[in-house]
């Protein structure tokens, strides 16, 4: 089974699902995680999608940290069955990680973006996932290494992200490398081959990222570079990143 770990999905912004699963059916996946484009509060589209087909829909949703309901919005989100995870923007200058820690504590995940790349944000995250040893932190996008790394392996090494990997709780989402290469993204393949090694086959998850990714022929591209074994992963353990993982995580089932 293949499961896209992060995909959007929406009627405000980028596409409705059905555009989301005929996408899906053309590169054969099976499931895919929707997740909540930034700016956007109003998650009822994406519970909707999810409510009416939860065997192959996850939802992220999205809460205003500045709101004065934000602690009962995130409580409700844990209420609900259309709701598995929360996608939390993390940076120096935002005040939100007693809310990111209270989402953990509800036992929704955390799929994160670093808008200055984890690489700045290491002690938060450390802090985040000793505090929570059985909660579950998704870095979306590599960890969201910047255009203004040149050599983003040597950042991350320097600023210790991948010593956070031995929390089990971190997981790393191989996506989004086309917002900072182009493909085959073979400047992003050394940093890729570190996660895998300090990660292991069971906490690397794929997803494409789409509409931002481009067309329906780059989704199947970028899923293609990892089944065809382009990327610098063990072919052994493809098919748990390719959808088993996700399929534990987001959906129960084992990898």
């Known amino acids: 089974m293949i499961v896209d770990s992060y995909t959007h999905c929406g009627i405000s912004k980028y596409l409705p699902v059905e555009d989301v699963s005929a996408t899906m059916d053309r590169a054969g996946v099976h499931r895919a995680v929707l997740a909540q484009h930034l700016g956007e509060f109003d998650n009822s589209y994406i519970q909707g999608v999810v409510a009416a087909n939860p065997d192959r829909y996850a939802g992220v949703c999205l809460v205003d940290h500045q709101s004065e309901t934000v602690v009962a919005d995130l409580e409700s ?7 598995q995870g929360v ?7 935002i005040d939100n990680l007693d809310l990111v820690s209270r989402t953990l504590d509800l036992g929704l995940i ?5 808008p200055e790349s984890i690489a700045e944000c290491v002690d938060a995250v450390s802090r985040l996932l000793e505090a929570h040893p059985d909660g579950t932190l998704v870095a979306s996008h590599l960890g969201n290494p910047t255009e203004n ?8 090494q320097q600023a210790g992200v991948f010593e956070l990997l031995s929390a089990d709780g971190l997981v790393i989402q191989l996506s989004g490398m086309e917002m900072t290469t182009g493909f ?27 509409p931002v990714v481009g067309s329906a022929d780059d989704y199947v591209a970028e899923l293609e570079l990892l089944i065809d074994g382009q990327l610098p992963v063990p072919r052994e353990a ?5 959808g088993g993982n996700a399929e534990r995580i987001w959906f129960g089932g084992q990898a």
Request: glycine share 4%.
């Open 77 to 83: 989100l844990a209420e609900s069955p259309c709701c």
């Open 87 to 93: 996608r939390w923007p993390i940076a120096p200058e």
């Open 110 to 114: 955390v799929v994160a973006y670093f």
């Open 149 to 156: 790394q040149p050599d983003p392996l040597q950042d991350f």
């Open 184 to 210: 085959p993204h073979q400047r992003l393949h050394a940093l890729v081959a570190e996660f895998y090694s300090s990660a292991g086959p069971t906490r690397l998850t794929w997803g494409s990222n789409f």
């Open 238 to 242: 493809i098919p748990a990143i390719a």
